[in-house]
């Protein structure tokens, strides 16, 4: 089953504008995670936040996290042409091991 | 190895056979995962292995479906009597520690479409 969902779905904008990804899920997190896939095969972890962690920087990556509302967003600044692949968050429960539980997914699509 | 390599990349079956996957982890990685995914859907968590021991198997779909990791190293997933409805990329990943708290490395998926 699914934890978490995405939103938008699908998000089509121009290179150098920036992106926005928002994730919601429904139970108590260790942590969340995001990745990206390429042509629906391997993923690519991108960055980590802890349940303690509000905020999080990597590159032109920008992770925050919500725990009262449940949700996480990414802001992926100054898009680039390379960044169109699908992202996926995923959160880790807090039950003693970290099995991560995928979201459904945003298709990102950057126009040159 | 550098990443998780899996093997085949891409297998066609008849409905009815059996296929096994092979997922080879990152080196001195502990904890494998498996995962499928369905065209347009996220991963969907199938089995967790930490060493030798399947530590949590509660996503295999039935038991149809088996993984093993005898070595604490490479792990096969197994399915039996496929049915069409198995058809999907099955992914494995690993990490260093249990939990995978920094983050899985996955490998490439093999595609599976049983016709």
């Known amino acids: 089953s699914q934890q978490g969902e995405e939103d938008p779905q699908a998000l089509s904008i121009q290179e150098g504008e920036n992106a926005t990804m928002n994730c919601s899920y429904k139970t108590s997190i260790n942590n969340l995670q995001w990745y990206r896939q390429n042509s629906g095969r391997g993923l690519v972890h991108l960055i980590l936040?802890?349940?303690?962690?509000r905020e999080k920087h990597s590159g032109r990556l920008r992770v925050t996290l919500d725990t009262s509302k449940k949700s996480s967003s990414l802001l992926i600044t100054a898009s680039r042409a390379a960044d169109t692949a699908s992202y996926f968050c995923?959160?880790?429960?807090?039950?003693?091991?970290?099995?991560?539980?995928f979201g459904t997914g945003t298709r990102l699509l950057v126009s040159p | 190895g550098a990443g998780v390599s899996q093997t085949p990349s891409n297998k066609v079956t008849e409905k009815g056979k059996y296929v096994e996957l092979r997922c080879d982890p990152i080196s001195g990685h502990t904890a494998l995962y498996w995962y499928r995914q369905s065209l347009g859907q996220g991963p969907e968590f199938l089995i967790y292995?930490?060493?030798?021991?399947?530590?949590?198997d509660s996503g295999l779909p039935n038991d149809r479906f088996f993984a093993v990791r005898p070595e604490g190293s490479v792990s096969t997933l197994k399915i039996q009597r496929t049915e069409r409805g198995d058809s999907a990329v099955y992914l494995c990943?690993?990490?260093?520690?249990?939990?995978?708290?920094?983050?899985?490395?996955f490998g490439s998926g093999t595609r599976l479409t049983v016709v």
């Open positions: 990943a690993s990490s260093p520690e249990a939990g995978g708290r920094g983050g899985y490395t």
């Open positions: 936040i802890r349940s303690n962690e």
């Open positions: 292995f930490q060493g030798t021991g399947a530590a949590d």
């Open positions: 995923a959160t880790g429960m807090n039950t003693g091991f970290q099995k991560l539980v």
